[in-house]
């Protein structure tokens, strides 16, 4: 009646579905970074872009 039991393995489909994600917004945010480390105006500047990737928590 109330909630349906689970499909053995579903926690690993969950799993996956969080790991394809985390990935599309790795990739994401790393093409982000390249465009404004190409597009920084001056090398102060892609100093600081690069600490600020190297800095990140995946």
């Known amino acids: 009646m109330g909630r ?3 499909p ?3 926690e690993d489909a969950m799993s996956i ?3 394809v994600r ?3 917004l790795i990739n994401r945010q790393n093409r982000a970074i390249d465009r ?3 597009t920084a105006p001056t090398q102060s500047m892609r100093d600081e872009i690069a600490l600020f990737a190297q800095r ?3």
Do not use: H, I
């Open 4 to 6: 349906r039991s689970r």
């Open 8 to 10: 053995e393995g579903s």
């Open 17 to 19: 579905v969080d790991r």
């Open 22 to 24: 985390r990935r599309r």
């Open 36 to 38: 404004a480390w190409m």
């Open 56 to 58: 990140r928590v995946f």
